[in-house]
């Protein structure tokens, strides 16, 4: 037995209720990493059985989630890193700068989820705009996937290995430190592979990819580990390192149920 203090890691995440994304999926992991998780609930999704598994997106009050980060710094004392997920609306957008902003936590991890398929189109230019402009700028590193990256780059394609690393160049152009930019399998190298640039490092983090169809969750599952990682004291390198590992046993135990698509599953992850 130590008496080392367990690090304390905050999710400003959605609820996801199948627990296959979001909060759910960012707790699960930050225990398996060895972590003291919180979160502070952005919006609840809810999948729809009756409509091909559509999200049916409900935002919570941005005063509520300022009350929770509250709550959470107040009762810990000290949070040792932050991860962003899903915040869908920008007033939460806001109130998640905000309280960044007050609370100056170490280590704050943004993936940037753009968009929610149970929300108005004409929302997300506004949201995209309000995350670029208010949340990036204090994210200590970001994890956009493929259309992401594309989109806070800037560029009008990404179908090579080269241009997503320049689309992580564009990105920590920008003003944020660290850039995991996320190809997964999509450009076709058989691999699942992501791109890592802090500024002088340019690393491909490559691994063999697990089946093709897409699994739900591994982005909220990646995040949350290297902010688990950072809490922890590693480098943004080491943590995306370490992060690829448990997204490769998350989708290798994956669940399958009645949607169209599995979600991951971190129980099984042992670190070494
Ligand atoms: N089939 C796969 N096998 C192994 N790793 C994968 C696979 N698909 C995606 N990944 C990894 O999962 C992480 C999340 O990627 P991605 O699915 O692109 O993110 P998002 O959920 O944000 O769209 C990345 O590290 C990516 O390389
Ligand atoms: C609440 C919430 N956060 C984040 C995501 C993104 O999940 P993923 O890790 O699959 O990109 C989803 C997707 O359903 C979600 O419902």
Redesign the pocket.
Known sequence: MTNQRTPITLAIAGSEASGGAGAQTDLRTFTQLGVFGCVALTCIVSFDPKQGFDHRFVPIDPQVLTDQVEAAVGVHGQVDAVKIGMLGTVPTIEATAQALKQYRFPQVVV?PVLICKGQEPGAALDIDNALREQVLPLATITTP??FESQVLSGMEEITSVAQLKDAAKRIHDQGVPNVLA?A??LLDTGT???VFYDGSDLEVLE?P???RE??SG??CT?AAAITAELAKGATPLEAARTA?EV??SA?THRMHGNAPFDCVYQGCYRQA
């Open positions: 993936d996937n493929l996320k997964g399998t699942a592979l992501d691994v990819a697990i089946g897409r699994v591994a982005g990646l690829k997204v490769v989708i």
